[in-house]
């Protein structure tokens, strides 16, 4: 028997099967774990090239840590050296941490696979009714592009030229609560499309509003898209005649004049962006303005 709480330990190399003491011989500090009615777990353990094989006795064994056992339902005592690290009866199983360390050297051992990162689900643009000027394929492209919190519910069309007429004054009448961000498509005379997405509503001011979620994009066919720079917060500003889209030295990254049947696009400071249309200057066949349902 080891004294209580020692085990002898043999390099792991070493066949010699006597029971004396070797000058390899290494006495480390164990505490060894017995189940409740007596009978005796056993187990492996290693520290650098030195391997311990133990087994406890079947006899009931005292306790000499206190907390280990109650954590473990078990009884903890010392035990005797062995030579080998003998197996569990068939029908036992042995508790979680009393058995050997799984390693490439030992089969029938697995560690739990690594838990999968969480894939987040792609930002979706939901339109609630078809749009007469992106398809659904360009549609899904430009989603992506969208802050996440406008695309957490549908958009519903607020302002369309096909059904409430050419009118700037009118889309600022439709154009949603403040608060609450907007989608500007165009197709000009070209089948050219491309828009903005507007941080807030669309409405008349005496100067720039927005944020730097706001940015300009076009498909031509691909699409593009040009975000903030930080060069400068003209973001948007729109009064009777006029509603501007980005800007910088007296050029707009997108304009439309106040009977909505011209605009322009020109590259500007807010943006960086290319011209978005064939043209610097066009002509508009469709508008629509989405807002969040």
């Known amino acids: 028997m080891a004294e209580a709480g020692l085990v002898e330990a043999s390099p792991a190399f070493s066949s010699s099967s006597s029971s004396s003491r070797s000058p390899h011989t290494l006495e480390l500090p164990c505490a060894v774990v017995a189940r409740p009615d007596g009978t005796a777990w056993h187990g492996m353990a290693r520290q650098g090239s030195w391997e311990l094989g133990w087994r406890l006795s079947p006899a009931p064994i005292p306790v000499v840590f206190g907390l280990l056992g109650p954590a473990l339902g078990c009884r ?18 042995l508790p979680v941490g009393c058995g050997e360390p799984a ?3 030992q089969p029938g051992w697995e560690r739990a696979p690594a838990a999968a990162p969480a894939l987040e689900e792609p930002c979706r643009l939901v339109l609630s009714t078809p749009s007469s000027i992106l398809r659904d394929e360009e549609i899904q492209e430009l989603g992506p592009h969208l802050p996440p919190r406008a695309t957490q519910q549908p958009w519903r069309l607020l302002y369309c030229t096909g059904r409430d007429g050419f009118s700037l004054r009118s889309l600022y009448r ?11 498509l165009i197709r000009d005379t070209e089948a050219q499309a491309f828009g903005a997405f507007c941080a807030t ?23 593009k898209v040009f975000r903030w720079t930080g060069r400068n917060n003209f973001f948007m500003k729109g009064d009777v005649d006029l509603l501007m ?15 909505l ?21 066009f002509c508009v066949q469709d508008l629509e303005v989405w807002g969040l349902a």
């Open 174 to 184: 439709r154009g949603g609560p403040p608060g609450s961000p907007a989608l500007l």
């Open 201 to 223: 509503a669309i409405r008349r001011s005496n100067g720039f509003y927005g944020t730097g979620e706001t940015f300009l994009f076009s498909f031509s066919p691909e699409l």
């Open 245 to 259: 889209v980005g800007g910088g030295s007296g050029r707009f990254g997108l304009w439309l004049d106040g009977d």
């Open 261 to 281: 049947h011209h605009g322009g696009s020109h590259p500007c400071e807010t943006f960086d962006n290319e011209t978005l249309s064939p043209r610097e200057e």
């Open 103 to 105: 390693g490439a050297e």
């Open 76 to 93: 903890v005592g010392p035990g005797t050296l062995t030579s080998t690290c003998p197996q569990p009866e068939e029908d036992e199983e």
